[in-house]
Structure formats: C-alpha cells, structure tokens
C-alpha cells in the first residue's frame, strides 16, 4: 500500500472539512525546473522553523534577485545576512526543520519548499527539500517592490499589543502563519480584503477560505496547536510577529458571519515582538479586484 503524502492530522483535517478525497499529485519530493527558475528571481523569502521550545518561529529574508539559488532539484540555498536579535534566525541549526515560502507580488505567483536544514554559515543557509508544491494566486494583493534604503531599530517584545501593532492587525490584507508537526515545518500565506482578520483582546479571529484542500496548515494546527503569525507593513517596513496557540471551528454556528468563509480559526496571541524598519523595500498595492479577493462582513455580535 502506498503511503500517503499527507499526515494523519491533513487527513483527519481533510475529513473533518467534508473533503472525500484530496489529490496530491501537485506535491513532490524535489523542485521542478520551474520552481527553482521563480525562486532564483525573488528578493525575499518567508521562513519558518521551530525554536528551543516547539514553539514555530518566522522571518523574511531579502536580498538582490540571485541570492536564492539550487544547484539540483532537491536543494535551495540562501545567501543572506541573518540579523542576530531575530528570535526565528537565532534559532536556525543543521538538523532543523525549515520552511520556505517564495512569493512574486507582482505576478501572485506563489511555491512552497519544505524540508531540514543540513547546512549553515555566516550568510548562507541550505535546505534538503522534502515537499514541493505550488499554491493558486487566490487572495494574494498584487504589488510593486520598490526597493527603499532604512535604518532597522532592534527588536521590540511587546507585553502587550500596541497602537501600531493594532493598526497593523485592523489594516492587514496579508499575513504568513507558520506551523509544525510530525518532524516538519511548514509557512503558508492568508490574505483577505482590510479588516479580514478581527480581534477580541488577546485573541484573533480569521475566516479560513476555500483553497487546494490540502490542509496542511490547519492539519498541523491540529496536532500541534501553537503557531506563529508574521505581518509586514508594506509602507513603514515594519515587521510583526505573534506567537499563540490555535483553534479550529469547522461549523459556522454561532461564529462571525463572513461571505466565502468555509471555517474559522483563532490564535490566541501569547508573545509578540516588532521590527521597525526591517524591509528593505516598500510595496505599492494595486486596486482591490474582487475577483481575486476574499470578500464578505463581519457580525460582530455573533463572535464568541
């Protein structure tokens, strides 16, 4: 009997989301051609492993189109300083699992590399792959880098969420959510109209929308429901990443109503730390297309 490509808890999250059957034909063991030419001409990379205790870390990382690179077609390499008070590249050692996620705003065009890091140094990180695959352009915003000189400020633990970090939240049309189970990582991108993701205190609401079925962020939360979330402000620079732990809600009942949402999930924010000013380029959106956005209102009196 083959042995599936998907864990227990995909599967089980697969089941549980009504999914008779889920192809993985689209996932594989090493990068096609394709992937590795799109990965070569990106200037940043999304990151994600774990750090000392289980908990999933994530990044970015941007460099000059070139500075990822594979020499085959199960191997990616990074060339890219790493800044020393980042808690997720702190972290990184051979042996780890490490998650890699590319994405062109320009085109929407996104692929995933999930696998260990078998080889570090002063700017340079490789990762064995283990899982390839694409994702479909849906609620991606389209954007132009321009590339912006700043002056980084050291990192910023937040004991509680501030004035900023809050706008940053209410305004957010994307965001990455890096998980973990079963000896992998994994670092998936979210993204929906402003305002798709809502707060109730230390804890964050966001609708989950059809996509390839896969399950793979949502099969991880279920076997391990600590998570990390990374946003970016595309305008200031500005990094934000939340750590927490997750829960699933499968039926809609009694949760906020939100046209095109098939279930939710909620973090509950336990840690939190800023980056001012990391991003060494600004992101210009372009109009909101509802065919290619998430759409829909939230009740605010239905949340729970």
Not at 244 to 254: A, D, L
Request: with cysteine; aromatic share 10%.
């Amino acid at each position: 009997m083959t042995q599936s490509v998907f864990h227990v808890d995909e599967q089980r999250a697969q089941w549980l989301a009504g999914f008779d059957s889920v192809s993985s034909s689209g996932i594989r063991s090493a990068m096609p051609q394709q992937h590795r030419d799109f990965f070569a001409g990106l200037p940043m990379l999304f990151i994600a492993t774990l750090d000392p205790q289980g908990w999933p870390v994530a990044s970015v990382l941007s460099g000059t189109p070139g500075f990822i690179s594979s020499y085959d077609p199960r191997h990616l390499r990074i060339n890219a300083p790493r800044r020393a008070d980042c808690p997720a590249l702190a972290t990184l050692a051979v042996g780890k699992p490490l998650a890699a996620l590319g994405l062109d705003f320009s085109n929407r065009r996104r692929n995933r590399a999930n696998g260990h890091l078998t080889r570090m140094d002063k700017n340079r990180l490789e990762i064995e792959i283990e899982q390839s695959f694409g994702n479909c352009p849906q609620y991606i915003q389209q954007r132009q880098l321009i590339p912006l000189s700043r002056q980084p400020a050291a990192i910023s633990h937040l004991p509680t969420l501030d004035n900023a970090a809050s706008t940053m939240l209410q305004s957010a049309d994307t965001f990455f959510v890096a998980t973990h189970a079963h000896g992998g990582a994994d670092i998936s991108h979210r993204g929906g109209n402003p305002g798709f993701i809502k707060r109730q205190g230390d804890t964050l609401w966001i609708p989950d929308f059809r996509g390839n079925r896969y399950m793979n962020t949502l099969g991880n939360m279920l076997a391990e429901p600590r998570a990390a979330l990374l946003f970016l402000d595309f305008n200031n620079g500005d990094v934000l990443h939340l750590q927490g732990r997750t829960e699933i809600r499968w039926q809609k009942e009694n949760l906020p109503n939100f046209d095109g949402a098939e279930r939710f999930w909620c973090l509950h924010i336990e840690r939190a730390w800023r980056f001012a000013a990391w991003l060494p380029w600004r992101a210009d959106a372009a109009e909101f297309s509802p065919a290619t956005r998430a759409t829909g209102t939230w009740d605010t009196a239905n949340q729970q």
